[in-house]
């Protein structure tokens, strides 16, 4: 039985699909006008664990993730630059898919554009306004929270503070704060918007997943995951506008992840502490490991970013690919015994009920490290032959399928090119010139070769995308 924590009841309760067998997931995706934070991608490899899992229970997932490339956030950025807005969102589009590629999260099987789903919005939008859920003002549209009166149900909102009629006009307001929102907002010079029956303008920000949730999934499916930050007033927003519009229940299952943090407090550029995936890269660090620290902590709990708990989230993962290599290249004897076997299976079994337990991912690495400190025991003790070897590293690979953190792909040949700027970043090293030495460590990194130091010299791999390219 797998169980999770549903936030709209506030308990862990059952998973059930509503098709045996198979699970609709729509998972909130980036809002592309900056590159995204660390904080963010805790929330897409919690999301990624959360499918591959499904998938190892035997599910098929079907995954949508949407690309919100239209708000004010957005066009705010394409007008400060003087560009369209396409052009400015297409750069933090691509940066996105190398990020996700690079952290080893398996592809959605859709990734729907907003700007791409106007159509559906607007019909969306023009069922409210029939149905008496939403209204016109001075060319924007708003959905009345007040005609709704499960608002609240997700966030546990003080309804007290409903004003009927107080309207917001940005995509996000303070938490607490209660407003009407906008469905359609009136265009406004200099920005992009779209001639259509309800006007010309653009759609709000909470209108775009619903209409491309249920375009891909229904108007009713399995579960809605993001952030914490998204569940008021996001995730409150689209159940009202989906409920209202189809009289049915939008998501069974709500699941949040909580917040990054670094150093004990928020994210901030002003304190200096704020985090792409691209200023942790550029010191150095391998992309698994950042993938290791991320969902080694259990996604209900707020996760502590520091270099010294990634140091130690590298010495995890270093601790796994050492007795992967030593399984694979340690001379052995042939055969082996039925206990290594049953300690692989009984391993797996406690990995599977770790994580059917509301992701307990801490449970699901101890039964790992206990196998890997038995199987260490084991090889120094010359208890442990070539059958026993093959099935002990079954066992890791087959955890591996969920945590998703040993080497992306094949060792292959490498273009003679690429060979050359290797050797000549280790000439580099050798002459202290550590700048140059991280350039080229970059470069390489770009074209999906990832180095890795060791006390034996330097190793590489090559970084594959999985399943199609966006």
Not at 256 to 272: A, N, P, W
Request: aromatic letters at 10%; glycine letters at 8%.
């Amino acid at each position: 039985m797998i169980r999770f924590f549903n936030t709209l009841s506030g308990r862990v309760e059952e998973f059930k699909p509503l098709t045996a067998g198979r699970v609709g997931l729509y998972t909130c995706g980036p809002t592309v006008y900056a590159y995204p934070h660390i904080g963010n991608y805790r929330a897409y490899v919690f999301e990624d664990l959360l499918k591959r899992f499904l998938r190892f229970m035997g599910h098929d997932v079907y995954h949508v993730m949407n690309i919100t490339d239209v708000d004010d956030k957005t066009i705010k950025g394409a007008n400060s630059q003087g560009v369209g807005l396409q052009e400015y969102t297409r750069t933090y589009t691509r940066a996105f898919f190398e990020d996700i590629r690079l952290l080893n999260i398996r592809s959605a099987d859709v990734y729907p554009r907003a700007t791409e789903h106007i159509p559906e919005m607007v019909a969306l939008i023009q069922g409210l306004v029939r149905k008496g859920f939403a209204y016109e003002k001075d060319g924007s549209v708003y959905f009345s929270i007040a005609k709704f009166p499960g608002y609240g149900r997700l966030s546990k909102i003080d309804l007290g503070q409903l004003r009927p009629g107080q309207r917001g006009e940005a995509d996000e307001y303070e938490k607490e704060s209660v407003h009407d929102f906008a469905l359609w907002k009136k265009s406004k010079e200099g920005e992009t918007f779209w001639d259509t029956e309800l006007g010309p303008g653009r759609p709000g920000w909470h209108i775009e997943c619903s209409a491309m949730s249920s375009k891909y999934l229904g108007q009713t499916f399995d579960i809605h995951c993001g952030g914490v930050d998204n569940i008021f007033p996001h995730h409150e927003n689209e159940i009202a506008q989906s409920e209202a519009f189809s009289g049915r229940t939008f998501v069974n299952h709500w699941m949040h992840c909580h917040h990054l943090v670094v150093d004990g407090e928020k994210m901030s550029k002003s304190k200096g502490n704020f985090f792409t995936l691209r200023d942790v890269l550029r010191r150095n660090i391998d992309p698994l490991d950042i993938r290791f620290l991320l969902l080694g902590t259990h996604y209900r709990k707020i996760l502590n970013f520091t270099f010294e708990a990634l140091d130690q989230a590298a010495s995890g993962r270093r601790r796994i690919l050492d007795f992967v290599y030593e399984l694979e290249h340690r001379s052995l004897a042939a055969g082996g015994r039925e206990s290594w076997t049953a300690l692989a299976h009984d391993a797996v079994a406690k990995f599977r009920q770790g994580l059917a337990d509301d992701l307990n991912i801490s449970a699901s690495l101890t039964a790992l490290f206990e196998l890997i400190r038995a199987g260490h025991a084991g090889l120094a003790e010359g208890r442990i032959g070539t059958d026993d070897a093959q099935a002990l590293l079954s066992c890791v690979r087959t955890m591996d399928e969920v945590l998703g953190v040993l080497p992306l792909g094949q060792e292959v040949p490498l273009e003679e090119r690429v060979l050359r700027k290797i050797e000549d970043r280790e000439n580099a090293r050798r002459a202290k010139d550590f700048k140059l030495a991280d350039k080229i460590r970059a470069e390489l990194l770009a074209e999906g070769v990832v180095l890795e130091d060791t006390r034996e010299g330097v190793r590489w791999k090559t970084v594959k995308p999985d399943g199609r390219t966006p």
